[in-house]
Structure formats: structure tokens, C-alpha cells
T-cell receptor, first 111, second 111 residues
Framework: GENVEQHPSTLSVQEGDSAVIKCTYS??????FPWYKQELGKRPQLIID?????GEKKDQRIAVTLNKTAKHFSLHITETQPEDSAVYFC??????????FGAGTRLFVKA | DAMVIQNPRYQVTQFGKPVTLSCSQT?????MYWYQQKSSQAPKLLFH???????NEADTPDNFQSRRPNTSFCFLDIRSPGLGDAAMYLC??????????FGPGTRLTVL
């Protein structure tokens, strides 16, 4: 079955710096890759997603890249702010109902 | 204007005492999911309903059951909660295999 690995597990950056979180997936049939942000005690919230027919997608300070050949996808946050501090989950889906989540990255943005 | 609502937000039960968690949605999505999330871990899918069709994950314990009386509501029943069932329980919805939207979760404590 599908497996999603996420790195790093913890990331600490200075406010204004960039943060990059990387994920790899195992099932080449995966075609949908959402990213969720979860603040402490709150729901996971979709922040950006990408489908396999696109290599890159950007939304303001957030961008996601996908390398289908290498089965890698990454989240890039530029100009980080303290409110970006949260746990970020990558996920992969083959288009069915099951979404496989990575283990999460705890991002700390230091003011 | 909450779209996925979970009640209660916090639930305390005793070891072995049945408990029911509730989820409702105003999105008219045809798929509803239940996830278990333990501290600092990724959400783990327990089961989902596609319309009235129930789909159980292979590794979901028999102790967990679900009901979906109509499109808007879905319930998670834990027949005999053990200490290991203490977790955050997240409900999510989607239109077919599109993006999943999560509710705020119910934090279950088992005494």
C-alpha cells in the first residue's frame, strides 16, 4: 500500500526565513497531494494542494512542487511569520477515498 | 458558518463505558470519514461512508462502529473504550474523492 515519508520531523526557523518540508510517496498511482496545517488543538486545515498533472503551484507565500519521477513533493513557505508555527502534514491519494498522511513536521518560527 | 461540526468537543468516559461521538455537515458532501489522531501523530483513517455504503479500514478494531442515518450526520460509536482509545477523533467530509474538509475534532479521555 501507499506510504508517505515526511522530513524533517521538527523545523525551527527565524522569522522572515524560508521553510521547506519534503515528502516522498511510494505508490506511483498517487495523483493528488494536499498539505494540511494543524495548530495545537485545532483541526487540520488545507493550505494548498497539487495534482499530478502540475509541477508547481503557488499561493502567496506558500508553494508546492511535485517531482513525479522521483515521487517527491515539497512545501515551501517564504517570509515565515510566527503565526506559521504549527504542525504540517503532507498527504497523498490515488484518487480514491483513502488519503495517506505523512507523520507531520512541527514548524517553529522564532520572532 | 461552520461547515463540519463535531459534538461534543471534549468527552470523558470510563473504561468500558460505551460512548458516541457526533459529526454533522452543511456541505452536502456525499462522503464522511472518521479519523483517530493520537498526540503528535498523523490522522489515521478508521472508516468512511460513501453515501450509505460503509467502508471499514482493515486494521480498525471491532470496538469501533459507525452510523450514518442521513447525508448530514455521522456517528462514531466506541462500544467498550479502553485506555488506548484516548485520542482526538476527527470527522471529515468530501465530495466524492475531492479534497477532505475536517471538523474541529472531539478529544476523548478514558478514565
Amino acid at each position: 500500500g501507499e506510504n508517505v515519508e515526511q522530513h524533517p520531523s521538527t523545523l525551527s526557523v527565524q522569522e522572515g526565513d524560508s521553510a521547506v518540508i519534503k515528502c516522498t510517496y511510494s505508490d506511483s498511482a498517487s495523483n493528488y497531494f494536499p498539505w494540511y496545517k494543524q495548530e495545537l488543538g485545532k483541526r487540520p486545515q488545507l493550505i494548498i494542494d497539487i495534482r499530478s498533472n502540475v509541477g508547481e503551484k503557488k499561493d502567496q507565500r506558500i508553494a508546492v512542487t511535485l517531482n513525479k519521477t522521483a515521487k517527491h513533493f515539497s512545501l515551501h513557505i517564504t517570509e515565515t511569520q510566527p503565526e506559521d508555527s504549527a504542525v504540517y502534514f503532507c498527504a497523498a491519494s490515488t484518487g480514491g477515498f483513502k488519503t495517506i498522511f505523512g507523520a507531520g513536521t512541527r514548524l517553529f518560527v522564532k520572532a | 458558518d461552520a461547515m463540519v461540526i463535531q459534538n461534543p468537543r471534549y468527552q470523558v468516559t470510563q473504561f468500558g463505558k460505551p460512548v458516541t461521538l457526533s459529526c454533522s455537515q452543511t456541505l452536502n458532501h456525499n462522503v464522511m470519514y472518521w479519523y483517530q489522531q493520537k498526540s503528535s501523530q498523523a490522522p489515521k483513517l478508521l472508516f468512511h461512508y460513501y453515501d450509505k455504503d460503509f467502508n471499514n479500514e482493515a486494521d480498525t478494531p471491532d470496538n469501533f462502529q459507525s452510523r450514518r442515518p442521513n447525508t448530514s450526520f455521522c456517528f462514531l460509536d466506541i462500544r467498550s473504550p479502553g485506555l488506548g482509545d484516548a485520542a482526538m477523533y476527527l470527522c471529515a467530509t468530501s465530495r466524492a474523492t475531492d479534497t477532505q474538509y475536517f471538523g474541529p475534532g472531539t478529544r476523548l479521555t478514558v478514565l
